[in-house]
């Protein structure tokens, strides 16, 4: 396993974050409990979570995944050091969680506080912001027109940022927290936080994760840059395009079981004619080298400058043993060649 520093935090992440979102809906505490095993067992150390998990998210299930790792902690409070540990905040809009408010400082220190007892655990090390309070190009809003830069005030949000900062000042003071991050963020975001920390002298935001695939990659390069600049850590979501890249779902296929047969909160927005399309290429590429759809997609982002570790997730131990080994391959200058002629095809495809 080959690691990354995360950012300006100084800690080494493994290449591969082991995501959770399956875990209480799609995976058991018993499955869950078999893929961490596993994946420390190949060098992973960093597990992403977040309160409003598992996916697709729900009032009833609410906080279940951080319960089912807290489960798992409790069960092994000698490896907690092992582990750089996330969660995440949610953002605006969900009724069942803070009555669908914004995020605030008064949020922040509660989120923080409930996440501690679920997990079972005295830190977090890395707590994220999930979504931006303001309205982001990101869950398929990224088209021209769909969000109006121009109708928001600046000054408000950069208030409310200030006071988002200034609570998770006090969690990282009070030892709740180590260091925090974003998500589902944009540069503007990224660099007002920034600004925000140095003015202000408060905790600096060490990384973002944000959606990016084969079939999304919005953020290269102009946010990719600016991470890498600024010394932010980059961590995709979505590698394999909410499954799409695996193939699985070529022809209308749809698995029993499989995360697009799950009601979506947006929608299934990747299920579209040219992202079918895209997938048809990118299977062929990884037939004609010996390797699975996932396996290429997932190298293909492991290798991309500016990538500090990528966010996986599997339902069965069969997919988290192909989805990790992906990251010890590399692809050779074919491959890449073929790949970005079918990626210039198809650059943007839902």
Same mark, same amino acid.
């Given at each position: ?19 959770? =979102? ?58 907690? !050091? ?34 501690? !007892? ?137 698995? !029993? ?59 069965? =131990? ?17 491959? =890449?060649? !073929? ?5 210039k095809q198809y650059p943007l495809p839902f």
């Amino acid at each position: 396993m080959q690691y990354s520093v995360l950012g300006s935090s100084g800690e080494k992440v493994s290449r591969v974050c082991l995501g959770s =979102m399956t875990w209480g809906l799609q995976n058991s505490q018993i499955e869950a409990n078999e893929q961490i095993e596993y994946a420390l067992s190949q060098g992973v150390n960093f597990i992403d979570t977040a309160e409003l998990y598992p996916v697709p998210p729900s009032g009833d299930k609410y906080g279940g995944t951080e319960i089912i790792i807290g489960n798992w902690l409790a069960q092994n409070p000698t490896r907690r !050091k092992d582990l750089i540990l996330t969660s995440k905040i949610a953002g605006p809009g969900l009724s069942y969680i803070r009555d669908g408010a914004k995020i605030s400082g008064e949020s922040v220190i509660a989120a923080v506080d409930a996440s501690l !007892k679920r997990l079972q655990t005295n830190y977090i090390d890395l707590f994220q912001l999930h979504w931006p309070n303001r309205m982001s190009p990101h869950f398929a809003k990224h088209w021209p027109g769909k969000v109006k830069f121009s109708s928001a005030n600046s000054e408000r949000e950069s208030n409310s940022m200030l006071e988002i900062l200034q609570a998770l000042d006090s969690c990282v003071k009070a030892g709740k927290i180590r260091f925090c991050g974003l998500s589902d963020d944009t540069p503007w975001g990224i660099n007002t936080y920034l600004k925000l920390s140095e003015q202000y002298a408060l905790p600096r935001m060490v990384s973002i994760q944000n959606e990016f695939s084969l079939l999304h990659a919005k953020d290269w390069p102009y946010l990719i840059e600016n991470c890498v600049r600024e010394n932010v850590a980059y961590l995709p979501w979505s590698p394999l395009g909410g499954g799409m890249l695996s193939g699985k779902y070529a022809n209308g296929a749809m698995p !029993k079981g499989s995360r697009w047969t799950f009601e979506q909160r947006n929608g299934v927005f990747r299920n579209t004619e040219l992202g079918h399309a895209a997938v048809a290429g990118y299977v062929d590429i990884a037939r004609e080298h010996g390797l699975s759809p996932s396996q290429l997609a997932l190298a293909w982002c492991d290798q991309l400058d500016g990538v500090t570790s990528t966010i996986i997730g599997a339902t069965s =131990m069969a997919q988290l043993k192909e989805n990790i080994a992906a990251f010890e391959l590399g692809l050779n200058a074919d491959v =890449m060649h !073929k790949i970005g002629a079918v990626f210039k095809q198809y650059p943007l495809p839902f």
